[in-house]
């Protein structure tokens, strides 16, 4: 497979504005292991190989398991994650496949589990993985 448009290269203005919202993640009071495995598990429904090996790689990093890295795309399937977890699991997966919308009680639920501006956070977590999941599948970005 040959990548295509280098985005970044030809629209650096665009790639300034996603790193924006990637400082302001950073700044956030989520916690390196919620903004992974919002990453990661996203990344893993969009079938995005770059941003797969890359949050993979930043996981490790952090100190997460092998086996969770592992068993991530059968999350529910397990009892390695937090109830926390699984609440920002089940949002990733509906606000990723949004056709089928978030459902009042996936929202709910972590309504319950998070304040306001963590669950915000989340969000737009969320938000940012899928939007560089699409320009990576969309360009071909090659992973190495």
């Not at 300034?16 to 990453?39: D, F, G, R, V, W």
């Not at 997460?64 to 109830?83: D, F």
């Not at 990733?92 to 501006?117: G, M, R």
Request: aromatic share 8%; net charge negative; glycine share 2%.
């Amino acid at each position: 497979m040959e990548s295509r448009i280098d985005i970044q290269k030809i629209e650096p203005a665009a790639y300034q504005a996603m790193y924006a919202l990637e400082k302001y993640l950073a700044s956030s009071s989520l916690t390196p292991t919620h903004k992974e495995l919002i990453k990661l598990r996203a990344s893993q429904i969009n079938g995005c190989a770059f941003c797969i090996n890359m949050h993979s790689t930043d996981a490790r990093k952090l100190g997460e398991t092998e086996q969770r890295i592992y068993l991530l795309n059968a999350w529910k399937e397990t009892n390695l994650y937090t109830e926390e977890e699984q609440a920002i699991l089940t949002l990733t997966e509906e606000v990723t496949l949004i056709t089928n919308h978030v459902s009042d009680a996936t929202y709910q639920k972590a309504a319950n589990l998070f304040d306001e501006h963590y669950l915000a956070q989340i969000i737009i977590a969320i938000v940012t993985i899928n939007a560089w999941n699409r320009i990576a599948i969309t360009s071909r970005t090659m992973v190495g």
